[in-house]
């Protein structure tokens, strides 16, 4: 079965300004990347659901969550962006040791903006509700005004792939670079049918050692 992959892009209820070129808050900025990550990621054929665009504030953080939980995700990624003048991005999450190494895969891939930071935050809803790990991003400082405009002239699109990558990596899923053909088909090969599930264990254990991906149904 492929994977499942919960957006949830910043929805204050106040929408924080910044210091970006055109006309914008934190909310508009965060759904235009993660319109970018969404898109890609079903591409690569990893289902996505994203979180209630109509709804702000605790309102809003409440469904997703509880649709999140509802839904098995494997994944609940959130994007918003930071304020208080800094030049770094950061990842928060749980403070357990799994969490803390998915955080910081994000970092492996984030070669557009440095140092990424990864810190533990137990006090937010989004991560502490959540059954499955959240990995809630502080992508840039957006009163930076460098920053913001580096993110509006292209640096939107290299830190949405970039996160492609790293959640890729975080979902088993297999990368494809942006525009390369096949990008957007996959196909599933079957391999038999047993009676006895230790048949069919053997057979995943003996293509797993092959180098492909198996998994029983």
Not at 73 to 91: C, E, F, K, P
Request: proline residues 2%; glycine residues 6%.
């Amino acid at each position: 079965m492929s994977k499942k992959l919960y957006l949830s892009a910043a929805a204050h209820k106040h929408d924080n300004p910044t210091q970006c070129p055109q006309k914008c808050g934190e909310n508009v900025h965060c759904k235009a990347y993660m319109d970018l990550v969404e898109a890609r990621m079903k591409e690569l054929g990893v289902q996505v659901k994203r979180g209630y665009p109509d709804l702000v504030g605790n309102a809003a953080m409440k469904q997703r969550v509880a649709e999140a939980n509802a839904w098995g995700a494997d994944l609940y990624y959130v994007a918003h962006t930071n304020a208080g003048g800094g030049r770094y991005s950061l990842t928060l999450c749980w403070s357990d040791e799994t969490s803390k190494q998915k955080a910081a895969v994000l970092g492996k891939y984030r070669t557009c903006i440095q140092p990424h930071k990864v810190r533990t935050r137990t006090d937010l809803y989004e991560i502490r509700a959540t059954k499955m790990t959240c990995l809630y991003d502080e992508l840039f400082f957006h009163d930076n005004t460098e920053d913001c405009r580096w993110f509006h002239n292209g640096g939107m699109e290299q830190m949405a792939e970039q996160t492609v990558q790293a959640l890729c990596e975080l979902l088993d899923v297999t990368y494809i670079p942006k525009g390369v053909s096949g990008a957007a088909a996959l196909y599933r090969v079957q391999v038999g049918a047993y009676a006895k599930k230790e048949n069919a264990t053997a057979m995943m254990a003996r293509l797993k050692s092959a180098g492909f991906d198996a998994f029983i149904v």
